[in-house]
C-alpha cells in the first residue's frame, strides 16, 4: 500500500541552525501539507501547497518556514533559524486531487536544543 | 472560524466492551467533512473514519462507527468490541476547505 514517507524520524537540532525535513507524498497524490504537534498538545496545520505554490498557511508559518517540491517526487519544509519552541513533531500530508482525506506521514521528531 | 472541540481528555474501556468518544464542531458550512484519526504511541497519525456532511447515513467502518447529528454538530466516535490495540490518543478533525482543524484529543486506555 502506498505511503507518504517522512525523513529523518528524529532530528537534533542546536539552536538557531537551519534544518531541512524531507518528504515523499504519494506518487500520484498532488496536494501536499505540512502540520505539527507540539508535545502533549493537539496537531496544527502549518501550510498547503498545491501546483508549486503554497495554497494556504496558517500564523505559524512565518518567515523562518519555507517550503519546496525540489523535484517530481520529494517535498521539503525548511526552518531557517531553529528556536527552542519549534521542537515538535512534524507530520507531511499529501491528498489525491478530488479526495477527501489527506494521508499523513509517520512524522519527523524535532528536538532543538 | 471554524473549531472542534473534545470535552474528554482520557477515557477507558475494558477490552471486549464499547466506548464512545464525543466531539462537537462549530460552522458556518452546510457541506464539510469530518474525521477521526488515531494516533498509538508510535505518533503516526493514522486515518479511522469519516464522514461527509450531506450524508444522512452515519459512516462505518469494521468496529467502528459514528453518530452524526448535523444540528448539533457532534461526531461521536463508537468503538465496539475494543481491543488493547485500540489504547491510543483519538482526534476529531474538521476539514475547512483544504486543511483539517484537530480537537485537541481524547487518550483511550484499554483494560484487560
Known amino acids: 500500500e502506498p505511503e507518504v514517507t517522512q525523513t529523518p524520524s528524529h532530528q537534533v537540532t542546536q539552536m538557531g541552525q537551519e534544518v531541512i525535513l524531507r518528504c515523499v507524498p504519494i506518487?500520484?497524490?498532488?496536494?501536499f501539507y505540512w502540520y505539527r504537534q507540539i508535545l502533549g498538545q493537539k496537531v496544527e496545520f502549518l501550510v498547503s501547497?498545491?501546483?508549486?505554490?503554497?495554497?494556504?498557511k496558517s500564523e505559524i508559518f512565518d518567515d523562518q518556514f519555507s517550503v519546496e517540491r525540489p523535484d517530481g517526487s520529494n517535498f521539503t519544509l525548511k526552518i531557517r533559524s531553529t528556536k527552542l519552541e519549534d521542537s515538535a513533531m512534524y507530520f507531511c500530508?499529501?491528498?489525491?486531487?478530488?479526495?477527501?482525506?489527506?494521508?499523513f506521514g509517520q512524522g519527523t521528531r524535532l528536538t532543538v536544543v | 472560524a471554524q473549531t472542534v472541540t473534545q470535552s474528554q481528555p482520557e477515557m477507558s474501556v475494558q477490552e471486549a466492551e464499547t466506548v464512545t468518544l464525543s466531539c462537537t464542531y462549530d460552522?458556518?458550512?452546510?457541506?464539510?467533512?469530518l474525521f477521526w484519526y488515531k494516533q498509538p504511541p508510535s505518533r503516526q497519525m493514522i486515518l479511522v473514519i469519516r464522514?461527509?456532511?450531506?450524508?444522512?447515513q452515519n459512516a462505518t467502518e469494521n468496529r467502528f462507527s459514528v453518530n452524526f447529528q448535523k444540528a448539533a454538530k457532534s461526531f461521536s466516535l463508537k468503538i465496539s468490541d475494543s481491543q488493547l490495540g485500540d489504547a491510543a490518543m483519538y482526534f476529531c478533525?474538521?476539514?475547512?476547505?483544504?486543511?483539517?482543524?484537530f480537537g485537541t484529543g481524547t487518550r483511550l486506555q484499554v483494560f484487560p
Open positions: 501547497f498545491y501546483n508549486n505554490e503554497i495554497s494556504e
Open positions: 500530508a499529501s491528498r489525491l486531487p478530488g479526495g477527501t482525506e489527506a494521508f
Open positions: 464522514q461527509e456532511a450531506y450524508k444522512q
Open positions: 460552522t458556518s458550512e452546510s457541506d464539510y467533512y
Open positions: 506518487s500520484n497524490h498532488l496536494y
Open positions: 478533525a474538521y476539514r475547512d476547505f483544504d486543511k483539517l482543524i
